[in-house]
């Protein structure tokens, strides 16, 4: 369903070049979660950016479902793909109510039967059909985070761009997101790109999963890899010992 070859990425920051990826390929397969980890600043929030059009790939190849992906990325690409970002109070618009979110991506596609695809939508996530009148700021963040979900469910996509969906969370909701997630992908057979720097979530809700460092892949590891702390270099070893300290710490 993804598909990179080569990618990278390079901006302009205070007068030099920032490669933020660097040649980076992978492949997800449909119904598969994948996850990128690796420390902050080694590009894995770059890579989903680069999918969605969001940030210059100025190298390599990106294709889902086996298309090579236009610029911009347009109407059918909003369809298959769509992504739900690491701080749910930023990215809901803070006058709109929940019912406006959720209807507007129906109101740009044309997509008939709002009302019931609105209703739908929260039933899903786990919230009431109260909340459709509601502000985000009347919300709490999982709560919020669960609406963001819910809109990026509403066209249907094959595949959800995941960028830290937790870690803006207060722990005690962290699982229940992550859960709900996991539920989601089995019951419409979605695809997951998911980003963390948490190999205790990846760990949770991927089946596969490349480390990053400084813009570049590091390692591959399956889940069995992980589990089995089977790490053929001294970086994944090292972010994996240090999720497991914080583990024992919490």
Known sequence: MIELEGLSVTFRAKDRLVRAVDGVSLTVGARESFGLVGESGSGKSTILRAICGLAPVTAGTIRIAGEAVPTPRGRAFSRMVQMVFQDPYASLHPRHTIDRT???????????????????????????????????????GGQRQRVAIARALMLEPAILLLDEPTSALDASVQAETLNLLNRLRAERGLTFLMVSHDLAVI????????????????????????????????????????????????
Request: proline share 5%; with cysteine.
């Open 203 to 250: 760990d949770h809700m991927c089946d596969r999963l490349l480390v990053m460092q400084h813009g570049r892949a590091v390692e591959e590891l399956s889940r069995e890899d992980l589990a089995g702390a089977r790490m053929a270099t001294a970086y994944a070893r090292s972010l994996f010992e240090a999720s497991a300290d914080r583990r024992l710490a919490g």
């Open 102 to 140: 959720l209807s507007e991506p129906l109101a740009i596609h044309r997509l008939p039967g709002a009302e019931a695809r609105v209703a739908r939508a929260l039933a899903d996530v786990g919230l009431p059909a109260s909340f459709r009148f509601r502000y985000p700021h009347q919300l709490s």
